[in-house]
């Protein structure tokens, strides 16, 4: 015999910041209907309602009047979409026949397709066992020195991932590249921190990361099994898988000594940049910097436009240095530094342009010259 069909009560804002959580995380365009669903499961008091795209997942509980319990597969899109637009202070969800859902707020009826719940891929299972205390303000300072210099490009598995590692007990290293540009953030930890090796977080599940970490967190428990990261804030869970492959050897390239030092104004700099590369090459953004005594002269010429030229003091009194550089890198690194003062690092025209920060000596970054 039947059971009664699944039917919940919902207040509407819980229902929406719930399903907000999903957003990010489902599939917008994908080959697999299910991923483009949430699953929402009721039991006790609680809505569960879950996403995922197979690399990222993430749960969320949230509390309901539950009427009949059940669980069902739901467009993640149009059921936060209804939730948004809503003026209703609760919503009510019945479960009907053939997986159509009957959506009741205020004056407003919805009936929604979903999905047979079972369709929906497992959660990982996680224990306490693996579990890591890290500094919640570290880590999401760490995040933003270091995720801009991730590559967006799908094809360099390797690279498209933040690299997280222990280099110490107590101490956290993460590292980025896209093979032009790196950056480098170390922060200690208040716990001991054991990790065997560094593992490779997918750049979808740091931003995601990031957005769950608040300014008022002390401690972020993240436990790591097998190829599956988990992090719990709250009623909001999150799973990231690792992704699979090597992240390159970065030591080399910091090893490289540098003895050319120029001390400029950021806030000059980063104007200057910002004016000059008005006229830079869209393909490549690349800027000339011409370094002499006391003096920094930034280009950009454009065959199709033309050319923009600026000087600039610098602190500065080595050998006449020209190198050229992408503007956006430069402009992405000077926008998470601290410092009034910015100190470029030079060798000559081919190798990398390192920046530092004096007000936060766990931070380097280095961007590869370019052929102008």
Same mark, same amino acid.
């Given at each position: 015999m039947k059971g009664k069909p699944m039917e919940i009560k919902i207040?509407?804002?819980? =229902?929406?910041?719930?399903?907000?959580?999903?957003?990010?995380?489902?599939?917008?365009? @994908?080959?697999?209907?299910? /991923? *483009?669903? !949430?699953?929402?499961?009721?039991?006790?008091s609680k809505l569960k309602i879950s996403a995922t795209d197979l690399e990222v997942g993430v749960t969320v509980e949230v509390p309901a009047q539950v009427e009949s319990e059940g669980k069902v597969a739901v467009p993640a899109r149009s059921l936060y979409d209804i939730a948004r637009e809503s003026t209703a202070d609760s919503i009510t969800i019945r479960h009907s026949e053939d997986h159509w859902l009957e959506?009741?707020?205020?004056?407003?009826?919805?009936?929604?397709?979903?999905?047979?719940?079972?369709?929906?891929?497992?959660?990982?299972?996680?224990?306490?066992?693996?579990?890591?205390?890290?500094?919640?303000?570290?880590?999401?300072?760490?995040?933003?020195?270091?995720?801009?210099?991730?590559?967006?490009?799908?094809?360099?598995?390797?690279?498209?991932? =933040?690299?997280?590692?222990?280099?110490?007990?107590?101490?956290?290293?993460?590292?980025? @590249?896209?093979?032009?540009? /790196? *950056?480098? !953030?170390?922060?200690?930890?208040s716990h001991a921190v054991s990790l065997s090796k560094g593992v490779l977080l997918p750049r979808k599940g740091v931003l995601e990361l990031q957005k769950l970490i608040q300014e008022e967190d002390g401690i972020l428990p993240l436990a790591i099994e097998g190829r599956n990261v988990m992090?719990?804030?709250?009623?909001?869970?999150?799973?990231?898988?690792?992704?699979?492959?090597?992240?390159?050897?970065?030591?080399?390239i910091m090893e490289i000594k540098h003895d050319q030092i120029a001390l400029l104004s950021k806030q000059a700099f980063v104007g200057a940049l910002r004016r000059v590369s008005l006229l830079s090459q869209e393909q490549n953004r690349g800027v000339r910097l011409t370094f002499n005594s006391g003096q920094l002269e930034l280009l950009c010429s454009n065959p199709d436009l033309g050319e923009a030229r600026e000087e600039l003091e610098c602190q500065y009194k080595g050998k006449h240095l020209q190198i050229g550089l992408n503007c956006r890198y430069l402009l992405d690194i000077l926008s998470v530094l601290e410092d009034e003062t910015v100190k470029l690092e030079l060798k000559d025209e081919i190798s990398p342009c390192v920046i530092r920060s004096e007000a936060d000596k766990g931070f380097f970054s280095l961007t590869m010259p370019m052929r102008l």
């Open positions: 207040a509407r804002d819980d =229902l929406k910041e719930g399903l907000h959580w999903t957003q990010n995380v489902v599939e917008k365009k @994908t080959t697999k209907p299910i /991923l *483009s669903n !949430a699953l929402l499961e009721c039991s006790g959506i009741i707020a205020g004056a407003s009826k919805f009936k929604v397709v979903g999905l047979s719940a079972e369709e929906f891929p497992t959660m990982p299972k996680m224990s306490e066992k693996n579990l890591l205390s890290l500094d919640a303000p570290a880590i999401k300072a760490m995040i933003v020195k270091t995720l801009f210099a991730v590559s967006t490009d799908e094809t360099k598995s390797g690279l498209n991932g =933040l690299f997280l590692e222990v280099p110490a007990e107590k101490k956290l290293r993460m590292v980025a @590249t896209d093979g032009h540009r /790196l *950056s480098w !953030a170390e922060r200690p930890m992090v719990q804030r709250g009623p909001v869970t999150l799973f990231i898988r690792l992704i699979e492959g090597d992240f390159p050897d970065y030591r080399q």
